[in-house]
């Protein structure tokens, strides 16, 4: 409970430092920068600029305008309101990455153990190859060469799942290793068991590692999203970010940024609350 506590604070923090960055930016448009280049934003401007990313209230009556998405409203799209348009596009995002995610996951864990049990001395040559490239090389390469015959959707999901795939294998091999699973399966195979309820035996002390694993990957994926989204210009949260980036609609930004952090919270505040539940289980 008292990490859980721990990080609710840490997410509050991290929502006014992105909450403050904005403002920093008008800051250094407005003085810093207006000797060297010869220029300076009007006051209706920096007055507009304010009112639209919301510093006529305090940051309590923000974060309040935040959680109930009240986000402001977009220049790249007219006027339409911030929080509909990220909630569209990260929806977009969710739908190609979590199925991609959990099929990388769950063959992860199938060639893992399968691994293990072989008694291998080195992991899969050809996986460990492949966790070696970023993944957005992977997506640039699979843009180079398939982009006339895959559609962008296609091609963020087959460039997610080869880097994932890699990650969850070589990292649920190692949890495996460390729980000793292949002496789990050697002491349930000389009492007679066998096919899956082998594997079972193997599996079962290594699972809440295993699903930490799941859970703390995510925000990691999240972030290299923007990379692949760009490269195949698929509709995403990554490439909504970007398109923000380079039009200079900072409401927009703060937006994504801020969905994109709220979602990598609560993926490393689930992996540490279930860490934690089993300690003291253990206890």
């Given at each position: 409970m ?5 990080y ?5 923090g991290?929502?006014y ?12 448009e407005t003085?810093?920068?207006?000797g060297e ?15 639209a ?5 305090s ?5 309040k305008?935040f959680?109930t ?8 799209y ?7 348009i ?24 199938v ?6 049990r ?20 992977w997506a640039?390469l699979?843009y ?5 015959y ?29 729980e ?11 009492y ?39 490269i ?5 949260i ?9 039009s200079g ?6 937006g ?19 860490r ?8």
């Amino acid at each position: 409970m008292r990490r859980l506590i721990f990080y609710l604070i840490w997410g509050v923090g991290i929502l006014y430092l992105i909450w403050v960055l904005p403002r920093i930016y008008l800051y250094s448009e407005t003085t810093l920068f207006s000797g060297e280049y010869g220029f300076r934003l009007s006051e209706d401007t920096i007055n507009m600029l304010k009112d639209a990313l919301g510093y006529n209230k305090s940051f309590v009556e923000g974060l309040k305008d935040f959680l109930t998405f009240n986000w402001g409203r977009s220049i790249l799209y007219g006027g339409e309101d911030v929080s509909s348009i990220v909630i569209r596009h990260i929806v977009a995002t969710l739908y190609v990455l979590i199925p991609t995610y959990v099929i990388a996951f769950i063959l992860g864990v199938v060639l893992a153990i399968i691994d293990i049990r072989m008694v291998r001395k080195v992991p899969f040559i050809s996986l460990a190859l492949l966790h070696s490239v970023p993944v957005f090389i992977w997506a640039f390469l699979l843009y180079a060469f398939f982009s006339r015959y895959v559609s962008p959707l296609w091609g963020v999901a087959i460039s997610l799942f080869i880097s994932e795939l890699s990650s969850f294998y070589l990292a649920i091999r190692g949890v495996l290793t460390t729980e000793n699973a292949y002496k789990y399966m050697l002491y349930a195979e000389a009492y007679g068991i066998g096919g899956l309820r082998l594997y079972r035996r193997g599996l079962k002390p290594a699972l809440p590692h295993i699903l930490q694993v799941f859970a703390s990957k995510l925000p990691h994926v999240l972030g290299g999203v923007p990379f692949v989204e760009i490269i195949w210009a698929y509709a995403g949260i990554g490439y909504l970010t970007f398109r923000a980036i380079v039009s200079g609609d900072l409401v927009l930004i703060r937006g994504c940024v801020m969905a994109v952090s709220l979602f990598s919270l609560i993926a490393v505040m689930l992996s540490r609350t279930y860490r934690d539940v089993r300690h003291h289980e253990v206890d």
